[in-house]
Each structure stands twice: as C-alpha cells, then as structure tokens.
C-alpha cells in the first residue's frame, strides 16, 4: 500500500507574495491612521476655536450689561469719562467703523474724529474681566437722541461692546440700542 506523502516546496519555489501582500495592507493601514490623525487634529482646532469664540462672545455681552449699569446709575459722563460720547461719533452706526481691529493709540481728544476707531484709546474697560481672555473687555457709550414729551424725557443710548477670547484672533463686536425714560 501506497502512502501520500505531502511535499513542502522548497524555498526556490516561493515567489515572495505573501511578503508583497503584506506591505501593501502596511501601506494602506498606514494611510488610513495618517488621514484619521488628521482628521482627529482638525476636529481639536475647530473646537478650540469656536470655544475661543464663544468666551468671548459671553465677555462682549459681559461688558454691554456694565455699560448698562453705567447708565442706569447715572454713571455717564460724556467729555470727562473715556468711552462716554454725547454727542454720538459720526460713524458709530456703521459696522466697518468698528470692526477694523483694535486701532492705534491717539489723544482723548481725537477720539471722537479718528478712524478707525481706538479701542486702546477711546473706550473703557469693564471692572471684571473673565479670566480666559486675553484682554478685558470694552465698551463705548454714545448718547443718539433724547427728546421731551409730556414731562417725561426718552434719552436713547447706543453701546458697542468689544472682546477678545484665548487670543486677539477670536473678536466679537456687539451693539445694541438702549432706550431710557425718566418721569419727573
């Protein structure tokens, strides 16, 4: 009787495939651990950056509520308080008057006719700043209009808000128009 004899092929014989096949599934796990690495650092940025965005929209609103109390507390003093303006800056209601970066530094007498805009030079600063910003925050008070009517006086005011986040790249700017009534 006859036995089958199994024959292992000779190193002469291999071709080398499995060697070829697997540098291929090496090259490509690599590319594929390559694009995800970038992907996951990318993603990182983006919330970095809209985290950064969003400390300082919160430090602009921030400043607009003590602009608010400034003037709620008869605290507005145009001419003798810096950031305080009556009347209005000519500019003040265009967009491109504020959003120019933070300006040079000037005399606090040209603040009201120097474009663009001096936050160094022309606004005030909030009391409290929120500890991730990379400066604190500021505000401009501009008093647009009061008129009289039947004893009571409406004074409307425009506050510009200024932040920064983490760093000077991340800046919000926010206006809003704010209108008082006194009765005698």
Request: some cysteine.
């Amino acid at each position: 009787m006859k036995t089958a004899v199994s024959r292992i092929p000779s190193p002469r014989r291999q071709q080398g495939m499995v060697l070829l096949i697997g540098m291929i599934l090496l090259i490509i796990l690599t590319a594929v651990a390559a694009i995800g690495f970038r992907n996951v650092t990318m993603s990182e940025r983006m919330a970095g950056n809209a985290v950064d965005r969003n400390v300082s929209f919160q430090a602009s609103e921030s400043a607009g509520k003590e602009a608010l109390d400034v003037i709620e507390t008869g605290s507005f003093k145009p001419g003798t308080t810096t950031g305080h303006y009556d009347p209005p800056l000519p500019r003040g209601g265009d967009t491109a008057f504020w959003t120019q970066g933070e300006g040079a530094t000037v005399s606090p007498a040209a603040c009201a006719t120097t474009e663009p805009f001096s936050w160094k030079s022309c606004a005030a600063q909030v009391g409290t700043a929120y500890a991730n910003n990379a400066k604190p925050a500021q505000y401009v008070i501009e008093k647009v209009s009061s008129t009289s009517s039947g004893g009571s006086t409406t004074t409307v005011y425009r506050i510009t808000t200024r932040s920064t986040g983490g760093s000077d790249s991340s800046e919000v700017i926010l206006q809003t128009l704010y209108s008082k009534t006194t009765t005698p």
